[in-house]
Every structure is written in C-alpha cells, then in structure tokens.
C-alpha cells in the first residue's frame, strides 16, 4: 500500500465529506473508521443552505433533499403571544442555490456519501479500525490503529482528525479543548404526533422560547423531534423515562399530554474550541476541533465547512498547484470563524430562548418587518456570512 495517502479517522458527515471532496479532486484516501459500520445515531438534523451548495457539489445534495423535508421558512414563537415572528429564506434566494434547510437525520448523509465513494479506485474505507496514536516527521504521518484486539500502524502523506468530541488524534496531538460544559443537559424526545393538526400555520422548524422551559419543535421525514433543556436535579436515568420525557411534552400544547414516544435521548451540552486546528500535517475537522450547543444547527453544518475549506486547500497543495503554506490558512479562517461566529451566535441563540422575552420578542419583530435587516439576519442565521467572513480572515 502507498503511503501516498490523506488519512482520515472517522466517518462521520465532516470525514466523509472530506473524503468525497479530496476523491474528486484526485487525492487517494483511506478513511479509518473504529465503529464496525456507519453510525445510526439521530443527532444532527439541519442542513443548510451554503452546506447544501457544497453537497451539490460532492454529488450528495440532491439524495439528501429526496429523503428530507425542505423547510424554505422557520419561525419563534413563545408561550405567551404564540407566533414572534417567521422568517423565509426565499429572501436570499440570490445568494445560494438551496434557498431553504433541508431536515433530514445525519446518518441518510453519511449513507448517500459512502455510497458515492465506494466504487472509486483512491477511495478506501475500513471499519473496525480505532486511531489511537499519532507520530510525524516532515516527510508523512504514522497513526497507531487498534484493529481486532491488535495495534497496526498505517502511514499518509496528511492526517485529518475528523474522530469526533473525544478525538483520539487531538488527543494524541497535545491540543486542549478550551471552553466549557453547561450544567444543564439536552433531552431529545421523538414522536410520530402531527403538530401540523394542533398548531395552525406551524413550520418544519420552530424555536419556542420561554423562561421556564423553552424548547424547539424539529420536523424530520415522518418523525418530530422536541428538545428540552433539562436543569432540574435528577439522575440521567430519571430524566430519561418516559413519565419524564411526557411530562415535558405536556408543555407543548396545552391539553395533549400523552404522546406516542419513538426515542429518548439526553446529551451533555458543551462550548469547545480546540486551541489550533492544525499540528504539522494533522488537522482537526468537525466535532473534534469545535463542540456547541444545537441552538441554530451549526455543529455538523460547520464541521462540513471546515471540511471543504480544508481539502479544497489539500488538493492544491497535493498537485503542487500551491506551497505548503496555503494550509496554514485552514486554521486561521476556520479557527477564527468558529470562535467568533458559530460559538458566539449558539450562545446567543441559547440565551435569547431563555430569557425573560420582551427585548428578544422586540427586536425580532423589528427584524421580521425591515427587508434589509431581514436579509441580514437571513445570511447570519443560514451560515453564508460566516464562509464570507473566514474567507476575510486569512
Ligand atoms: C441532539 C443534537 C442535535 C444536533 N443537531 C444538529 C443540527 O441540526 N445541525 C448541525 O449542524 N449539528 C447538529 N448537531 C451536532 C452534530 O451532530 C455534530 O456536529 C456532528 O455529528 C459532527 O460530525 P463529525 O463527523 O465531526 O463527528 P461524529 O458525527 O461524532 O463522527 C465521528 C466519527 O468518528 C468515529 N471515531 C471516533 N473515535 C474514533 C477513533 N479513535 N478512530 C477512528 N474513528 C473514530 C466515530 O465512530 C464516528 O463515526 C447536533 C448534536 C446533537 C447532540
């Protein structure tokens, strides 16, 4: 095997999408994978707009939208005055070619990705393969594998890091995960129910803020997805049974309290930005350089940025169409943007959910009712002026 390779660790969206765009600019991959198949977790849910534009281009836009939903208009309501305000994204239809979200479950990428990598020739995948170490010199990087009980050693030209919150390459590494951990944890509750029947005029994609208890109502091909944020005192146990979870739905619409419940789920929920997205020729993508809150889906849709932004820069380098240092500009325009973007508008977002609710309900109205400002806040909250304002960093 040559190891005239990019390696990458983990195929999750961000080290697929990296994969898929390095195979199509003619760079030979092997991606290292320690799950024994793709995973099927319900995490992400929120594709948008610029992200679509770019899996247009790895061939992937179009079956994602197939098995999606597309939500051209999101709304914030609150428990007091119902609908705040409604915002559609056909107002920067000049600006991308995906003028919506698209809401469908990570893992449909992930598959439709895969898929379109399989039969190409400088693609390999192995599954069952747990990175686990990290050496360099200036010549390629060697990574440890943990593979069926025993440790064999792979070796490539680069290494991207894409394995994850708990990366074993950022670990390996020496790169700290600055920031912190909320005290209060994330509970995803999925039901069949029509909220379509019981709210007049609802969308696919609903922000509820209330000081109390806000939570948002995310539609999915057949399937609704509630988040809660839990703060009470409680086990991880309790507050994942279903008395719990009901108890919380009851909240939802007053009057309907017992709903039929597909998945529970409770995260943990953290601000994390690691302290340099590149060492020599590893690079952290995705949730291994960048954890927020899901407050706006940017986690993954970022993650997907730094992906492109990092191999369209790879692929120059590989056909020597750049110097090296072009990649330098990975770190400063991904690290830069992730801190003063995705970090600070999921935090914002976050707090404006929980907050008492008259500056927040104000101002968006004023927003909603001025066409300049509408479009402003649409190309901040659709992540366009976050790929314009790291292309400005660097
Ligand atoms: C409830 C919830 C809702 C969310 N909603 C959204 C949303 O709507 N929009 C959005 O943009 N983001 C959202 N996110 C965030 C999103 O899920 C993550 O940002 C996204 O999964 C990151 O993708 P990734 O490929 O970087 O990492 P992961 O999806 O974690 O994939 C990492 C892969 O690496 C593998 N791996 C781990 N360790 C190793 C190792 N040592 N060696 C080899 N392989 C390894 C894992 O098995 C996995 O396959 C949400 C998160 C949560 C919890």
Known sequence: MSNERVLIAGAGPVGLAAAANLVRRGVPVTVLEAGAGLSEESRASTFHPPTLDMLHTLGAAQPLIAQGLKAP????????????????????????????????????????????????????IAFGSEVAGVTQDGAGVEVAIERNGKTER??????????????????????????????????????????HSVIPGLTAVNY?????????????????????????????????????????????????????????????????????????????????????????GMGMNGGIHDAINLTDRLAEVWHGEKPAAELDRFDKQRRGVTLEYIQKYTIQNKQNLESPGDEFRQNLQAIAADAARTRDYLMRVSMIASLARAAELG
């Open 73 to 124: 208009q999101f709304q914030y309501r609150n428990k007091a005055h119902g609908l705040l305000a409604q915002f559609d994204f056909g107002a920067i239809a000049d600006a991308t070619q995906h003028p919506y979200r698209v809401q469908c479950e990570q893992s449909k990428l992930t598959r439709i990705l895969l898929d379109g990598l399989h039969h190409e020739p400088n693609f390999e």
């Open 208 to 296: 509820v803020a209330d000081p109390v208890r806000w939570h948002f109502l995310l539609q999915i091909p057949e399937l609704w997805r509630i988040m809660f944020l839990v703060n009470e005192d409680g086990s991880d146990e309790r507050v994942q049974t279903r008395g719990f979870a009901q108890s919380l739905m009851s909240t939802v619409v007053p009057g309907i309290s017992n709903y039929d419940i597909d998945h529970i789920t409770l995260y943990k929920v953290h601000q994390r930005v690691a302290k340099t997205f590149q060492r020599g020729r590893a690079f952290l993508v995705g949730d291994a350089a960048h954890i927020n809150n899901p407050l706006g």
């Open 154 to 195: 792979r070796a490539g030209r680069f290494l991207i890091g894409a394995d994850g919150a708990s990366s074993a390459v950022r670990h390996a590494l020496g790169i700290e995960f600055e920031g912190f951990t909320w005290p209060d944890r994330l509970l995803v509750v999925s039901t069949p129910f029509d909220f």
